[in-house]
């Protein structure tokens, strides 16, 4: 949209998502295989961003004046991302930069169900893009700054 001269589209700008480059995906593969036991879920923590912000940077960064237009959240869109639910994430080991999730191994002798809960649900939130770490503008562009895909882009739009 920037190449085009073409508004920015941003469906709600306090919607966030989570940022990761393809290189932080990789480590969190490569933890996974080093540090996994099956069925566990590896979730690497991420900072995040509001999607308002995000074009913000990237307008920033591309020197444009393109106009940022909200045209408001699609059916089915997620205000935000939830990589651990609160069950997962009680019983969920930090291990630093990643969260390991145990398989569950629970038996299916469901009576004790009814007569043992667990209070921490009570205590402990979704580990979710609304409630991480969050970016603000200049983070944002300093990790895009970071991404070869960027730098590219960047040398054939100052090159125009």
Do not use: C
Request: proline share 2%; glycine share 6%; aromatic share 8%.
């Amino acid at each position: 949209q920037i190449k085009n001269g073409q508004p920015l589209t941003v469906t709600d700008p306090n919607m966030t998502r989570f940022l990761m480059s393809l290189e932080e995906a990789v480590e969190l593969v490569v933890f996974a295989f080093e540090n996994a036991e099956a069925g566990d879920i590896m979730v690497q923590k991420a900072p995040a961003s509001t999607i308002g912000d995000l074009a913000q940077a990237v307008k920033e960064l591309f020197n444009a004046e393109n106009e940022i237009r909200i045209i408001g959240t699609r059916h089915g869109e997620k205000l935000y991302e939830t990589l651990l639910t609160k069950e997962e994430h009680i019983g969920a080991q930090d291990m630093g930069g990643f969260y390991r999730v145990p398989a569950d191994k629970r038996d299916l002798n469901y009576d004790k169900y009814f007569i043992e809960g667990n209070e921490e649900l009570q205590q402990v939130e979704d580990y979710n893009s609304h409630n991480t770490e969050r970016l603000n503008v200049e983070q944002i562009k300093e990790k895009l700054l970071k991404l070869d895909y960027i730098q590219e882009e960047l040398q054939n739009w100052e090159g125009r």
